[in-house]
């Protein structure tokens, strides 16, 4: 991590209007939860239910509510990290638009950016929705149900198959999450790629869309990317500290 970059970092930030950042699992990994799609992960030991069996048997989603309470357990005891709250406080200094992410863990709502503000492209991990009319529900309104009937959740309003509010597998990207994502990324002066190998798509399209209708691309990640040959600075490195360091130049006052 050199300190130019650093620099120059603090300095697109401070120069940006309309900045949009991308956030992937590096984010929530500093918080102690799993990357479930890196080698040894939760996905490399269980076959993922498609979305297609998940509607079409009842064995099949009980097997995944059991899956998902066992992954559940390491989500809902994380709390926002350094990096959540960097750039919370940079959406309330006006600097960021819009936290389009990956991840389902909703850190960046309870790190304080308002629900308006965040586009979650695979979905959210903390609720339950029914699949027919939409209707919400808690999880443990879910984990109730299965315990006392022995068999998967339905809806008490339409009697729909529910799920996680969450994209699965198989599952088609929600529409509106992508149109407020594109039109948020197309509106952005600056692209903010955080913790994400950019790999999945359609998700990691949007760098790319950005850096097209001339929005400067920054890349944050441990690892390479393969699209950072795009981007008009990447830093290597563990993401709250690169974060912190900006933090000290952009607010050192």
């Avoid at 699992?25 to 080698?39: H, L, N």
């Amino acid at each position: 991590m050199m300190e130019d970059d650093i620099d120059e970092l603090a300095e697109m930030i401070q120069s940006s209007r309309r900045a949009v950042v991308f956030t992937g699992a590096g984010i929530s990994t500093e918080c102690g939860i799993p990357d479930f799609r890196s080698p040894g992960g939760f996905w490399t030991r269980y076959k993922p239910i498609e979305f297609n069996d998940y509607l079409a048997s009842e064995e099949m989603r009980l097997e995944a509510w059991r899956r998902y309470f066992k992954i559940y357990e390491a989500v809902a005891q994380a709390a926002p990290g350094p990096s959540h709250k960097f750039i919370a406080r940079l959406y309330h200094a006006g600097k960021v638009s819009h936290v389009i992410t990956q991840n389902i863990d909703d850190l960046h709502r309870v790190s304080g950016v308002p629900e308006a503000a965040i586009i979650e492209l695979h979905g959210n991990g903390s609720y339950v929705k029914c699949l027919s009319c939409g209707e919400r529900y808690e999880l443990e309104w879910a984990r109730a149900r299965i315990l006392a009937e022995s068999r998967p959740p339905y809806c008490s309003a339409c009697a729909g198959i529910v799920k996680t509010a969450t994209i699965s597998f198989g599952q088609p990207m929600p529409e509106d999450e992508m149109a407020r994502a594109r039109a948020a990324t197309f509106d952005a002066d600056l692209f903010l790629a955080m913790g994400s190998s950019l790999q999945v798509f359609p998700a990691a399209s949007f760098p790319v869309m950005a850096k097209s209708n001339r929005a400067k691309l920054v890349i944050i990640n441990r690892e390479p990317t393969g699209i950072d040959a795009l981007a008009d600075l990447v830093i290597s490195g563990e993401l709250g500290a690169v974060l912190s360091a900006a933090a000290e130049r952009l607010w050192r006052h």
